[in-house]
T-cell receptor
Framework: DGGITQSPKYLFRKEGQNVTLSCEQN?????MYWYRQDPGQGLRLIYY???????QKGDIAEGYSVSREKKESFPLTVTSAQKNPTAFYLC?????????????FGEGSRLTVL | QQQVKQSPQSLIVQKGGISIINCAYE??????FPWYQQFPGKGPALLIA?????SEKKEGRFTISFNKSAKQFSLHIMDSQPGDSATYFC??????????FGAGTRLTVKP
C-alpha cells in the first residue's frame, strides 16, 4: 500500500523549541516537498528536494530546515527562528521526470505553539 | 505574490446543483493546471487536471474549463452531492517545482 506517511499528526510545542516533522514515502518518487497551509492562504512551498542530498528553498524557507539523506525520507525541522510556526504542514512527493505534475500528499501534521 | 487567484472563498450549493469555482493566473509559462480536493484533517488529493492545449476536460461529474486567452480556468461540479463538501484548490505550474496554489474554496453541499 504505497503512500506518504507523516508523523506526528498533532504536535504541541513551547516557544523557543525546535521540532522535527517526519515524512516517509514508499512510492519510489524522486522529488519531495514541504508545504505550509494556513486558513485562506492556500499552500505555500517551504522546501523541495529533487534528489538525495540536495534540496532547494521555497517561498517561505526562513525558520525551517530540511535534510534528504535517503530517497524515502524528507524530515522538516521547525526552528525557534520561525516567528509564527502554528500551522498545518503537508509533505508531498512526485515522479520528477514523469511530467504529469501530480503531487501526492500525506495527511499532514498540525503544529501548535503554546 | 499570489500568482493564482481563486474565487469564491466559500460556496454553498444545494444537493443536485452545479458548483463553480474560478481561478485566474498571471504567468503565461504555466502549462499544467490541476485541481485538488481536500477533506478536513487530510492532505489534498488530485481531482482533475488540464493542459493548455485543450479547452475542456471532463471526468464524471467534474469538468475543467480552460480559457487560455483570458488566463482563466474553472471547475464545474455537476449534480453536487453532500460528499463533495470539501476545500478545493486550483493550482498552476511549469514543472513540479513551481506549483502555485490558489487560496482555496470551501464548498458546502446542503442535502
Amino acid at each position: 500500500d504505497g503512500g506518504i506517511t507523516q508523523s506526528p499528526k498533532y504536535l504541541f510545542r513551547k516557544e523557543g523549541q525546535n521540532v522535527t516533522l517526519s515524512c516517509e514515502q514508499n512510492l519510489n518518487h524522486d522529488a519531495m516537498y514541504w508545504y505550509r497551509q494556513d486558513p485562506g492562504q492556500g499552500l505555500r512551498l517551504i522546501y523541495y528536494s529533487q534528489i538525495v542530498n540536495d534540496f532547494q528553498k521555497g517561498d517561505i524557507a526562513e525558520g525551517y530546515s530540511v535534510s534528504r539523506e535517503k530517497k524515502e525520507s524528507f524530515p522538516l525541522t521547525v526552528t525557534s527562528a520561525q516567528k509564527n510556526p502554528t500551522a498545518f504542514y503537508l509533505c508531498a512527493s512526485s515522479i520528477q521526470r514523469a511530467g504529469t505534475g501530480e503531487l501526492f500528499f500525506g495527511e499532514g501534521s498540525r503544529l501548535t505553539v503554546l | 505574490q499570489q500568482q493564482v487567484k481563486q474565487s469564491p472563498q466559500s460556496l454553498i450549493v444545494q444537493k443536485g446543483g452545479i458548483s463553480i469555482i474560478n481561478c485566474a493566473y498571471e504567468n503565461t509559462a504555466f502549462d499544467y493546471f490541476p485541481w485538488y480536493q481536500q477533506f478536513p484533517g487530510k492532505g489534498p488529493a488530485l481531482l482533475i487536471a488540464i493542459r493548455p492545449d485543450v479547452s475542456e476536460k471532463k471526468e464524471g461529474r467534474f469538468t475543467i474549463s480552460f480559457n487560455k486567452s483570458a488566463k482563466q480556468f474553472s471547475l464545474h461540479i455537476m449534480d453536487s452531492q453532500p460528499g463533495d463538501s470539501a476545500t478545493y484548490f486550483c493550482a498552476a505550474s511549469k514543472g513540479n517545482n513551481d506549483m502555485r496554489f490558489g487560496a482555496g474554496t470551501r464548498l458546502t453541499v446542503k442535502p
